[in-house]
T-cell receptor, first 111, second 112 residues
Framework: DGGITQSPKYLFRKEGQNVTLSCEQN?????MYWYRQDPGQGLRLIYY???????QKGDIAEGYSVSREKKESFPLTVTSAQKNPTAFYLC??????????FGPGTRLTVT | DQQVKQNSPSLSVQEGRISILNCDYT??????FLWYKKYPAEGPTFLIS?????DKNEDGRFTVFLNKSAKHLSLHIVPSQPGDSAVYFC???????????FGKGTLLTVNP
């Protein structure tokens, strides 16, 4: 069963702590993306990676970091420098076409 | 500066009727457009797309129309079903990195 998995579904952290969100895909897609969604807002691009060992900043990369050591995995770290980390985080991947396919998302709450 | 705009936050239609969701864009470099459907606390699901070289694309009950001169596209759902109730996002691509720029979404409610 091919797809994108994100874990956990819900994540709670204290302010000042770094937290890493998992994204794994078994679709053999080269490109992967991280977005965040806030209430009443569209999705905004955080980071993306077109190929293993390479990634670029999106529109709102400040306070986030990523790695792409394996084709299947694109973890996102939300650092303590991110001013408003509470959000719904979505990972996506893309094959050779235009369409991106999304995982189920992780709801991060920082208090 | 919002480059993709969905000016209607919500839309309510009766089951069996047509739903029309609208989207406007400002960036003339956008050359590919997509519609996604999203349920609460889930990831968006790809619905239908259209290239800028076309003005219409149809897939079952879903049709997307593109008016390049007006920088406007619309998604038609006919007939609408209660299961279509969700938030619909319009998205656009305008560079070789295939980055998606999203609108804020329109909440569609289909009443039985």
């Amino acid at each position: 069963d091919g797809g994108i998995t994100q874990s956990p579904k819900y994540l709670f952290r204290k302010e000042g702590q770094n937290v890493t969100l998992s994204c794994e895909q078994n679709l053999n897609h080269d490109a992967m993306y991280w977005y965040r969604q806030d209430p009443g807002q569209g999705l905004r691009l955080i980071y993306y990676s077109q190929i293993v060992n390479d990634f670029q900043k999106g529109d709102i990369a400040e306070g986030y970091s990523v790695s792409r050591e394996k084709k299947e995995s694109f973890p996102l770290t939300v650092t303590s420098a991110q001013k408003n980390p509470t959000a719904f985080y979505l990972c996506a991947s893309r094959d050779t076409g235009y369409e991106q396919y999304f995982g189920p998302g992780t709801r991060l709450t920082v208090t | 500066d919002q480059q993709v705009k969905q000016n209607s936050p919500s839309l309510s239609v009766q089951e069996g009727r047509i739903s029309i969701l609208n989207c406007d864009y400002t960036n003339s470099m956008f050359d590919y457009f997509l519609w996604y459907k999203k349920y609460p606390a889930e990831g968006p699901t790809f619905l239908i797309s259209i290239s800028s070289i076309k003005d219409k694309n149809e897939d079952g009950r879903f049709t997307v129309f593109l008016n390049k001169s007006a920088k406007h596209l619309s998604l038609h759902i006919v007939p609408s079903q209660p299961g279509d109730s969700a938030v619909y996002f319009c998205a656009a691509i305008g560079d070789s990195n295939y980055k998606l720029t999203f609108g804020k979404g329109t909440l569609l409610t289909v009443n039985p």
